[in-house]
């Protein structure tokens, strides 16, 4: 089995910056693109952003493009989503997935990926 945990989430100001850490632990070999999704109160979740397992390939969502940056570690199983200048509107639980296949782009689609954590919440004030 693998074992997805995120971190860094928390409460911040609009204009700042938060840093969130997805660790993977237990079956990591089988682990290949990672993503990063989001769910607000009352909405769907939502595509964020995803990176391959070379991490030459990432895809982002147009709502964060610019603003919010992913990579990892293969080291040290992590994957790291960066996100500057957030607005009220990032506000949700930040969720960790991975996929068990090779992608050549990264999936936009929650029922492409395999593994999923427990989600960090992210709140932004105006």
């Known amino acids: 089995q693998v074992q997805l945990v995120e971190s860094g989430g928390g409460l911040v100001q609009a204009g700042d910056s938060l840093r969130l850490s997805c660790a993977a632990s237990?079956?990591?070999?089988?682990?290949?693109?990672m993503g990063w999704f989001r769910q607000a109160p009352g909405k769907e979740r939502e595509f964020v952003t995803g990176?391959?397992?070379?991490?030459?390939?990432?895809r982002y969502a147009d709502s964060v493009k610019g603003r919010f940056t992913i990579s990892r570690d293969n080291a040290k199983n992590t994957v790291y989503l960066q996100m500057d200048s957030l607005k009220p509107e990032d506000t949700a639980v930040y969720y960790c997935?991975?996929?068990?296949?090779?992608?050549?782009?990264?999936?936009?689609?929650?029922?492409?990926?395999?593994?999923w954590g427990q989600g960090t919440q992210v709140t932004v004030s105006s």
């Open positions: 997935a991975g996929q068990n296949r090779p992608m050549i782009v990264p999936s936009t689609r929650a029922n492409e990926y395999n593994y």
């Open positions: 237990g079956r990591t070999f089988s682990i290949y693109g």
């Open positions: 990176i391959g397992v070379s991490a030459s390939s990432t």
